[in-house]
Nanobody, 125 residues
Framework: VQLVESGGGSVQSGGSLRLSCAPS????????MAWFRQAPGKEREGVAS???????AYAWSVKDRFTISQDTAKNTLYLQMNTLKPEETGMYYC????????????????????WGQGTQVTVSS
């Protein structure tokens, strides 16, 4: 099933956005989902992950500012982003994968098999 992201937009430095990704429920268990971002000319990087066992992981650069969560009633994965910085401008992608990768690989793109088309986030200074 195609993942669909939404919630991107333009904000000023220090602002907040909440990204959404649906559907987030999966027939497989365990499974994990994650948010990645890619700036122009740069590699895709993992931002945050959520697994069906309830564990989460964050890139050190977003820890304490971003929160990943799942709303099972709405079948949606969220990424709440606070205190955004201009260098965080880019396309944000949602991804889903079967199984439970090791902690070290939770934020690696190769751990996920399904991807959305992305939603653009632009942070101006």
């Amino acid at each position: 099933v195609q993942l669909v992201e939404s919630g991107g937009g333009s904000v000023q430095s220090g602002g907040s956005l909440r990204l959404s990704c649906a559907p987030s429920l999966y027939t497989y268990n365990p499974y994990c989902m994650a948010w990645f971002r890619q700036a122009p000319g740069k590699e895709r990087e993992g931002v945050a992950s959520w697994c069906s066992d309830g564990t989460t992981a964050y890139a050190w650069s977003v820890k304490d500012r971003f929160t990943i969560s799942q709303d099972t009633a709405k079948n949606t994965l969220y990424l709440q982003m606070n205190t955004l910085k201009p260098e965080e401008t880019g396309m944000y992608y949602c991804a889903k994968g079967i199984g439970r990768p090791s902690q070290e690989t939770l934020l690696r793109a190769g751990s996920y098999s399904s991807w959305g088309q992305g939603t653009q986030v632009t942070v101006s200074s």
